[in-house]
């Protein structure tokens, strides 16, 4: 099956470590992969893309991810936990005909 | 810039009730438009989505229906509630085809069903 597997259903970082969320999909081609960030009765916004132009992709609020086709993730990370960071992230899969795959969410907690 | 709408930002409706949503896209022109329902602590499901005015496909049989009246404007709607369309109900846009299409979320209707 074509899916997305986000591995850590809750990660929690102090603020001013590093993040790591991480993501794994699956698919019989290279995919188009989404993070979007979800704050608490908000809805999505897209965090970065990768659509097969450079792997290391860079987005917002210092946020980047790889695509690594041989270990098939697509894994968030940033350098420096902030407190506004904490909120839900979405790994996303784009596949046929504008359908997305999402996956199940991890919740990040920044503590001080 | 592209700025996408919904309203009501939170609604409360007895079951049996009716039910009226809408979402406008501003700044763009044919855009590709979705509705998707977010239960409680689960992930998100699509429901409709429409490529332009008219034209409606339904991703999962239920007791929701979607209309595109206008080019920018996306309904959804129900004739009778029922205690499991509670949720928060997400609209989204997309332009283009591909690899380059991404889509664009609104801000979300809460709405509870009692």
């Known amino acids: 099956a074509q899916s997305v597997t986000q591995l850590d259903s809750h990660v929690s970082v102090s603020e001013g470590t590093p993040v790591l969320l991480r993501c794994n999909y699956s698919s019989s081609y290279s995919p188009s992969l989404f993070w979007y960030v979800q704050h608490p009765n908000k809805g999505l916004q897209l965090l970065l893309k990768y659509t097969s132009a450079a792997t290391l992709v860079k987005g917002i609020n210092g946020f980047e991810a790889e695509f690594k086709k041989s270990e098939t993730s697509f894994h968030l990370t940033k350098p420096s936990a902030h407190m506004s960071d904490a909120a839900e992230y979405f790994c996303v899969k784009a596949g046929t005909a504008s359908k997305l795959t999402f996956g199940t969410g991890t919740r990040l907690q920044v503590t001080l | 810039s592209q700025t996408i709408h919904q309203w009501p930002a939170t609604l409360v409706q007895p079951v049996g009730s009716p039910l009226s949503l809408e979402c406008t896209v501003e700044?763009?022109?044919?855009?590709?438009l979705y509705w998707y329902r977010q239960a409680a602590g689960r992930g998100l499901q699509l429901l409709f989505y429409?490529?332009?005015?008219?034209?409606i496909s339904s991703e999962v049989p239920q007791n929701l229906s979607a209309s595109r009246p206008q080019d920018r404007q996306f309904i959804l709607s129900s004739k009778k509630l029922l205690l499991s369309d509670s949720g928060f109900y997400l609209c989204?846009?997309?332009?283009?085809?591909?690899?380059?299409?991404?889509?664009?979320f609104g801000p979300g209707t809460r709405l509870l069903v009692l």
């Open positions: 989204a846009w997309s332009v283009g085809s591909g690899r380059q299409e991404t889509q664009y």
């Open positions: 700044g763009t022109s044919n855009p590709n």
């Open positions: 429409s490529v332009g005015i008219g034209q």
